[in-house]
């Protein structure tokens, strides 16, 4: 035990909850609702991530949990792009979090659904080598992503 407790010393860290939603077009039919539960999203088309990438394989992970499957229409990489689909897309649903689409929510382009029986939790990490020679851009980068990251 003592071991471990020397090794945490040895890293500087940040962490934090991240937000996430099934985020839809504004003109979704599903917006009116002000309770949803996983089962009502499910006939709808989804747009999603790639399987296995962070969100997406929590939200497979979460699914199976209520015996659910999602066959998405696509899967991309490119967040950016997943967002842009649905603010042309009056039916598809995706699962981001939420600093990926808050402007485009703020904007009235997309919405959040309130799905009462889902939970997924997201964690963004920072992890670091304290004891270790930290380069002057490494060192620029880290105090970047603190201070963008995990000091707002």
């Known amino acids: 035990a003592e071991s471990d407790k020397a ?6 860290s940040k962490e934090e909850s991240v937000n996430t939603h099934f985020v839809v077009n504004v003109d979704h039919p599903l917006i009116s609702h002000k309770q949803l539960s996983i089962k009502d999203l499910m006939s709808y088309p989804f747009i999603l991530t790639e399987k296995n990438m962070g969100y997406r394989r929590i939200l497979d992970e979460a699914l199976s949990k209520h ?6 229409i696509l899967e991309i990489s490119r967040t950016d792009l997943i967002t842009e689909l649905l603010q042309e897309n009056t039916e598809a649903i995706s699962f981001l979090p939420d600093f990926v689409t808050e402007k485009a929510v703020v904007n009235n ?12 939790e997201i964690w963004k990490q920072l ?3 304290k ?19 995990f000091e707002k």
């Open 131 to 149: 004891n270790k020679w930290i380069s002057k851009p490494i060192e620029a980068f880290i105090q970047y992503v603190k201070e963008r990251e």
């Open 127 to 129: 992890i670091y080598h």
């Open 7 to 12: 090794k945490v010393v040895l890293f500087g």
């Open 67 to 72: 015996s659910l499957e999602v066959n998405p």
């Open 109 to 120: 382009k997309l919405a959040y659904l309130r799905v009462s029986d889902f939970n997924a």
